[in-house]
Structure formats: structure tokens, C-alpha cells
């Protein structure tokens, strides 16, 4: 009898756990292996740097410091990454990035100084 109840509550700690992280809004999403990361790191400060600048506060483009940032929706920032800006110089990078990585670039613009 222990037994069964030591194995349910694994199954409901597992449970919370997937739950948790639904719920925050697939904080996961932007989940890249550490080789990519650092890759995508090097696109920014180049690729995206080119246009907002080094320090991205801006140039050609918007300053996307994380302060600039706040209060931005990772998701639509990723949607941009992705599908660009019409009627701007932003370019689409879907033709490069997935999903998942243009999340994760939008986690690190919110969080890290490139």
C-alpha cells in the first residue's frame, strides 16, 4: 500500500510540474541546446545589432534594450522576428530560425544586455 501511494504521489508532483509550466506561458518555449544558444547570441550583437545597434538602443531600427522591452509580449516579439515588420527595413527570419529560437532570441532582448 505505501508503495502506491509513494507512487502517486510521484505521478502528482510530475503533474504540478507540467501544469506549472503551461500555465506560465510555455516558459519553455525558447529552450535552445547551449551550442545554438551561443550561435543565436553571435546573431544578435551581428545580424540584429547591424540594424539597432551594438548596444541595441537603436539605429535604423527600434532600441530593443530590455528596458525599451518591458512589458512586451515574448510571443509577439518572437512573431516579429519571425514575420518581420511590413512597411519597415525589419526583415522576416523565418527562412533561418524556428519557432523556438526566435522565442528564445526574444527572451534574451527582455532579459540580457547583448
Same mark, same amino acid.
Given at each position: 500500500m505505501a508503495r502506491w501511494a509513494a507512487l502517486a504521489l510521484v505521478l502528482a508532483t510530475a503533474l504540478t510540474v507540467v501544469l506549472t509550466v503551461a500555465l506560465a506561458g510555455g516558459a519553455q518555449?525558447?529552450?535552445v541546446p547551449p551550442? #545554438?544558444?551561443q550561435e543565436l #547570441?553571435?546573431?544578435v550583437r551581428q545580424d540584429c545589432g547591424s540594424c539597432h545597434g551594438l548596444r541595441m538602443t537603436g539605429g535604423l531600427g527600434r532600441d530593443i534594450t530590455p528596458a525599451a522591452l518591458a512589458g512586451r509580449d515574448p510571443a509577439d516579439l518572437a512573431a @516579429?522576428?519571425?514575420d518581420g515588420m511590413p512597411g519597415t527595413a525589419m526583415p522576416g527570419w523565418r527562412p533561418l530560425l524556428t519557432e523556438d529560437e526566435a522565442?528564445? @532570441?526574444a527572451d534574451y532582448l527582455m532579459t540580457q544586455e547583448p
Open positions: 518555449a525558447g529552450t551550442e #545554438r544558444a #547570441r553571435h546573431m @516579429i522576428i519571425l522565442r528564445w @532570441i
